[in-house]
Structure formats: structure tokens, C-alpha cells
């Protein structure tokens, strides 16, 4: 089988009859710690991952863009740069291309048009961010090509809008901007406060493994727009901007002037933010025990103050921590209610891992698990043809 770029290469001349003029990749990602805290301007730790979106682009002469991806063979989307619009009324996977143009336009830049093809091995509404690797792909192709000059935080920031704005999530930055920013072998240390970020290495000992539940995902959008309210609500309580300025004591202090709900849902967001700072140094020092524990509050947090996990996710956390003891942590990743686990462990400890998952996982839930063995990727670029 061809690797991403010639099949991205195949679909432009097959759907073009004519030769692409340059290719573009962005990853999909993991987060390793800092759930739910990134629209509560708090701490994330993602990683890109080598796991990428890759568009083949010819230059237009008007405005106009046409697309086909292979994620939905046959469908070749048309639309024009100006039309801005709302939210539509269903969602098609053009719609996210479509957004980042919209906030494009909002913002007064005017792109000439594209052809292009879209090929990724990111597996969709996995929780491994597909919507954010195929935003930040079309817009390094997009600035690139029409020499925007437009910064790897600018490309996020405006795939953010357009997915708030025209998609209509309400997501934060995090997904944006690590397949944006990313950087090999390397987690980011984001602050949503001020968007700045820090390069944390990962130690050379350790294997990046996320294992899918597939259990089917309902109810996330309606459960993520609470737990956004809920948010909000305790720092209207205490008449801040967000959670990010909230001490845990000053919660703890009016614990009887909040609901039991609002209350776990605050101490979750303070202490994950703790975690989360706490981890990116004991990665950087290589204290893998740390990052184990710290790893392992996370998913506890998660799991009874957040109230985001589903048995079956906490089996596979569950069965993984036995295998790992204190040579690596794992934790659910992602937005909650089904979705990922990622497990950060010494390579010897890999197949340890993936047998315990096959072993145990189906035998208790009767659904089969994905296992991705990834590496921390780069972020969004050109590629060399
Ligand atoms: P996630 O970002 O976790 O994978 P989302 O529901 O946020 O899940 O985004 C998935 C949607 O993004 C898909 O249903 C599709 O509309 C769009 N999408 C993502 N990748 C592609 C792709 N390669 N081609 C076309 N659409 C895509
Ligand atoms: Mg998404």
C-alpha cells in the first residue's frame, strides 16, 4: 500500500486529471494530561502524533475551492472564499474547510482559491482530533500558498474560530494549536491563559500507546456543554473570569455555598491544572513514578469528580495499571463518555500491554479495542515532493 502522500498525489491527479503543486500534512493528537481544562483557560500536555492529514494543492485563479477526500469517496465539494454564513443546519466534513475560510474572511485576509485532495490516517471522531488535523492541514496549505505569512498559532487560533463559529463546537485551543505547533519526540506544555507553550521532551525509554474503547459516544455534545456551564457557574460564583484563578482552598472554603455537582466539577479543573504542570516536569526530569501517579489521580479526578469515564474505559485504565505499576501511567484522554486511553510506558513493557488488552478487554465487553502504537510528531508543514 502507497504512504499518505502518494495516495494524496493518486486521488489529486484522478479527481484533477493534472498534477498537484505541493502537499501538506497536519497530525492528529494525543493529550497526555489536562482534561477539560483548556476552555477554563487552565494547562494541557498534548503531543502531535504521527498519525497525519495530508492535502494535495494546485493553485487557482479566482476564489473558488473545490475538495474530495478519501474519507468520503465520490463527494467533490465546491464553495467560494467569500461566503461566509452561519452555522449550517447538518453538518457535512466540508463544513470544517469551510469554517477556517469563514473566520479567514472575518478577519479581512482573502486567499486566492484551491483544488485539492485530501488523504489521512487519522481515524475519524476517535478522539485523536481528525477535525483539528484536516483544519490546520487546509490552512498551512491556504497561507502557504497564497503567501499569507500567517504564524502556526495564527493557523490555529482561526481553525479554533472557524469551529466554534461555522461548525458550531464549542472546543478550546488545545487540538489546534499542538497539531499547529507540535515538535518531535516532544509533548507541549500549553497555557490557555496566554497561549504560550513550552517544549517538554519525552524520555527515549518510554512508548506512546493509546488504545480506542470504541464504545459508541453519546451524549458528548450535550455532556461537554454542561460541564462548560458548570465551569462558568463556579467562577461566576466567586465573580472571576475562569476557573484558571481560583485557589482550591478559596473553593474549599465555600464548599456549602455551591452544589455538591458544581463543587467535584471545580476541584476537578484546579487539581488537573496542578497535575498537569507537575507532569510536564516530571517528564522533562524523566521521574517516571511521578508521572505515573500523577497520571493515575487524573483518571480518579475523571473518573468521580468529573464524572467524564464509562466502565469500559475505566476497565482498560484498570487492567493497563496492573500490567505498568510505576514504569508509566495511564489515563483516559480526550473529551469523555468513550474515546481513548493513553498509556506513556518503558518499551519493555509494550507487549505486556497489548496482550493484556487483547486478552482481557473483549472477554469483559465484548467490543474490540484499536491499539495505536505512536511517536510524538512535528507539527503541521509542507512536505518535500
Ligand atoms: P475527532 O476530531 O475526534 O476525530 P470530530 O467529530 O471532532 O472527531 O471530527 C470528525 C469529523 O471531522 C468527521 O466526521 C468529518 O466531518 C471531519 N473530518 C475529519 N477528518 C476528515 C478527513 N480526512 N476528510 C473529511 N472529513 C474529515
Ligand atoms: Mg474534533
Known amino acids: 500500500m502507497s504512504n499518505p ?5 493518486k486521488l489529486f491527479v484522478k479527481t484533477f486529471g493534472t498534477l498537484a503543486d505541493a502537499l501538506y500534512a497536519a497530525p492528529g493528537r494525543v493529550n497526555l494530561i489536562g482534561e477539560h481544562t483548556d476552555y477554563n483557560d487552565g494547562f494541557v500536555l498534548p503531543a502531535a502524533i504521527n498519525f497525519h492529514t495530508i492535502i494535495a494543492i494546485k493553485r487557482r485563479e479566482d476564489n473558488k475551492f473545490r475538495a474530495v477526500s478519501d474519507a468520503f469517496p465520490g463527494e467533490m465539494k465546491e464553495w467560494i472564499f467569500a461566503e461566509e454564513g452561519d452555522t449550517p443546519e447538518s453538518l457535512e466534513w466540508v463544513d470544517y474547510l469551510k469554517g477556517f475560510s469563514a473566520a479567514m474572511a472575518v478577519s479581512g485576509l482573502a486567499p486566492k482559491g484551491l483544488d485539492l485532495a485530501i488523504v489521512s490516517n487519522v481515524p475519524l471522531g476517535a478522539g485523536l482530533s481528525s477535525s483539528a488535523a484536516l483544519e490546520v492541514a487546509f490552512g498551512t496549505a491556504v497561507n502557504d500558498a497564497s503567501q499569507i505569512k500567517l504564524s502556526p498559532l495564527a493557523i490555529a487560533q482561526l481553525a479554533q474560530r472557524g469551529e466554534n463559529q461555522y461548525v458550531g463546537c464549542a472546543c478550546g485551543i488545545m487540538d489546534q494549536m499542538i497539531s499547529a505547533l507540535g515538535k518531535q519526540d516532544h509533548a507541549l506544555l500549553i497555557d490557555c491563559l496566554d497561549l504560550d507553550s513550552e517544549a517538554v521532551s519525552i524520555p527515549d525509554n518510554l512508548s506512546l500507546i493509546i488504545i480506542n474503547s470504541n464504545v459508541k459516544r453519546g451524549l458528548v455534545e450535550s455532556e461537554y456543554n454542561l460541564r462548560r456551564q458548570q465551569c462558568e457557574q463556579v467562577a461566576q460564583h466567586f465573580h472571576l473570569d475562569s476557573l484558571r484563578h481560583l485557589e482550591l482552598t478559596t473553593l474549599d472554603a465555600a464548599v456549602n455555598e455551591l452544589s455538591d455537582v458544581c463543587y467535584r466539577r471545580a476541584k476537578h479543573v484546579i487539581t488537573e491544572n496542578r497535575r498537569t504542570q507537575n ?17 493515575a489521580e487524573s483518571h480518579i479526578s475523571m473518573r468521580d469528580d468529573f464524572e467524564i469515564t ?61 491499539i495505536y ?7 503541521a508543514k509542507r512536505l518535500d515532493q
Open 5 to 9: 502522500a502518494q495516495r494524496a498525489n
Open 279 to 295: 507532569a510536564a516536569w516530571a517528564l522533562e526530569s524523566g521521574n517516571i513514578s511521578q508521572l505515573s501517579t500523577l497520571m
Open 310 to 370: 464509562v466502565p469500559e474505559i475505566d476497565f482498560l485504565v484498570e487492567i493497563i495499571s496492573k500490567v505498568i505499576g510505576e514504569k508509566g501511567g495511564v489515563r483516559m484522554t480526550g473529551g469523555g463518555f468513550g474515546g481513548c486511553v493513553v498509556a506513556l510506558v518503558d518499551h519493555e513493557l509494550t507487549d505486556a500491554v497489548v496482550a493484556a488488552v487483547e486478552n482481557r478487554y473483549f472477554e469483559k465487553t465484548g467490543i474490540e479495542a484499536a
Open 373 to 379: 502504537l505512536c511517536s510524538a510528531s512535528d507539527g
